[in-house]
T-cell receptor
Framework: AQSVTQLGSHVSVSEGALVLLRCNYSSSVPPYLFWYVQYPNQGLQLLLKYTSAATLVKGINGFEAEFKKSETSFHLTKPSAHMSDAAEYFCAVSVRIGGGTSYGKLTFGQGTILTVHP | GAVVSQHPSWVICKSGTSVKIECRSLDFQATTMFWYRQFPKQSLMLMATSNEGSKATYEQGVEKDKFLINHASLTLSTLTVTSAHPEDSSFYIC???????????????FGPGTRLTVL
């Protein structure tokens, strides 16, 4: 079974500052990893995903994440925060290997609410 | 991008009644849809996987007879909460995967969610 832990339910940064949202995963098989963003009253939107190609993945809105197998981490970063980045962010893992009851399912972390101050 | 809608966006019902929530993929076909439940300040918990034309697969601990799922077409899945009680109050979210891109590394497209309140 796989699981995801997001460290910090709330992160607050100033506009223009670095954004770092932490995600650690546990999986008995090689994982696919995702970051989703949820704005109020909207559905989750995919920011980026790791699918075993490059370990540094670039996504939309200037976000990127690096897959570190040795640390079982997939932290999300953005060099300079913008007010419009304020939202809730979810890290998720999916099983890569076919078969089994977990194939294709997403397991989500607890979510991190990002607040951006002027 | 692909759009998934849910209807209604919110519903209030009396204890003991049943409530149906619709999930539609608007511009793509989905052989697989997923239903999640989200409690306040908590993560999304997968309830069941809905496959078009076949029975849904429920996660451990989810009551099949309470949460009826029907996936009658490639663009519509429904979740019916039967004999709802206050503890069923939650935020229900569906997602869908484009049938042309079924692999697990492909994106799931999420609906905006339905807020259910049972009095």
């Amino acid at each position: 079974a796989q699981s995801v832990t997001q460290l910090g339910s709330h992160v607050s940064v100033s506009e223009g500052a670095l954004v770092l949202l932490r995600c650690n995963y546990s999986s008995s098989v090689p994982p696919y990893l995702f970051w989703y963003v949820q704005y109020p009253n909207q559905g989750l939107q995919l920011l980026l995903k790791y699918t075993s190609a490059a370990t540094l993945v670039k996504g939309i809105n200037g976000f990127e994440a690096e897959f570190k197998k040795s640390e079982t981490s997939f932290h999300l970063t953005k060099p300079s925060a913008h007010m419009s980045d304020a939202a809730e962010y979810f890290c998720a893992v999916s099983v890569r290997i076919g078969g089994g009851t977990s194939y294709g399912k997403l397991t989500f972390g607890q979510g991190t609410i990002l607040t951006v101050h002027p | 991008g692909a759009v998934v809608s849910q209807h209604p966006s919110w519903v209030i019902c009396k204890s003991g009644t049943s409530v149906k929530i619709e999930c539609r993929s608007l511009d793509f076909q989905a052989t697989t849809m997923f239903w999640y439940r989200q409690f306040p300040k908590q993560s999304l918990m997968l309830m069941a996987t809905s496959n078009e034309g076949s029975k849904a697969t429920y996660e451990q601990g989810v009551e099949k007879d309470k949460f009826l799922i029907n996936h009658a077409s490639l663009t519509l899945s429904t979740l019916t909460v039967t004999s709802a009680h206050p503890e069923d109050s939650s935020f229900y979210i569906c997602s869908a995967r484009d049938r042309l891109f079924p692999a697990p590394y492909n994106e799931q497209f999420f609906g905006p969610g339905t807020r259910l309140t049972v009095l």
